[in-house]
């Protein structure tokens, strides 16, 4: 597996590949690779011929009061996993590299931006569409991968491929949860041990969601309402938001009349955990 934290080189692997007809398979990540990551990158090893895996904990996704300080990071072992799931490349960039000195152009995809967590990390949409324009240039990838727990990121991205004309797949893989249910996530460190049995009342409450959907509950207000209750009965449990969407507009419904978006976020304690799942009635 090669290294590199140059975007030059970077940028003329590409390029060589490219003219060797190599398809590139990229795995955007921000580090601390989980499970979740591992299958993203296992996939792009079985469907293309290069699999690139960026590692770039992204500032101007942060909001000043969010944990850009203390998110974690182990860039050592990150290599090693990377390593063993199969990566070709590692790409991880500086800072400084991405956003150097006078840096001002910014992506924003105005309105899937602004619902569900969008009003609750203002610019935090804006950073990510950013970063992954440019990684999508410097990379040059034929197919990116992402995962479903970051529904709406996924949705972002792939209005914003659509809108810019970008020759990329955008491919969403299932969430990868742990045995108990949780979401991974690089954030699932930060729980005590208390808060991280209150966090399976995410989990507990899509399952219910997804139950009374099948039993021919279709009120959205009903079915929110069902999962506010069901987080509630945890101490360290609180409710940033819960919607109930179009999956591809994200526009919010009344009626779950055809597959529908039910996305989450709770903060248990001061970490803020989001999930989801389509419902289908």
Known sequence: MKIIDSIQRMAMLSKILKKESKTIGLV???????DGHLSLIKTAKQHT?????????????????EDLDKYPRDLKRDEEMARLAGADVLFNPSAVDMYPEGYETYVDVERLSASLCGPHRPGHFRGVATVV?????????????FGQKDAQQSVIIKKMVEDLNMDIDIKVLPTVRE??????????IYLSEKERKDALCLIEAISKAEAAVKSGERSASKIIKMMEGIIKEKPTAKIDYIDAVDTKSL???????????IALAVFVGKTRLVDNAILSP
């Open 133 to 145: 324009v440019k990684l999508f240039g410097i990379v040059k990838p034929d197919i990116a991968y």
């Open 49 to 65: 011929d290069v699999a690139v895996v960026s590692i770039f904990v992204n500032p101007i996704q942060f909001s000043p009061k």
């Open 179 to 188: 045995k108990d249910g949780l979401a991974m996530s690089s954030r699932n």
């Open 251 to 261: 526009r919010p419904v009344d009626t779950i009349s055809k597959e529908t978006l």
């Open 28 to 34: 955007p990540t921000m580090g601390y690779l989980h």
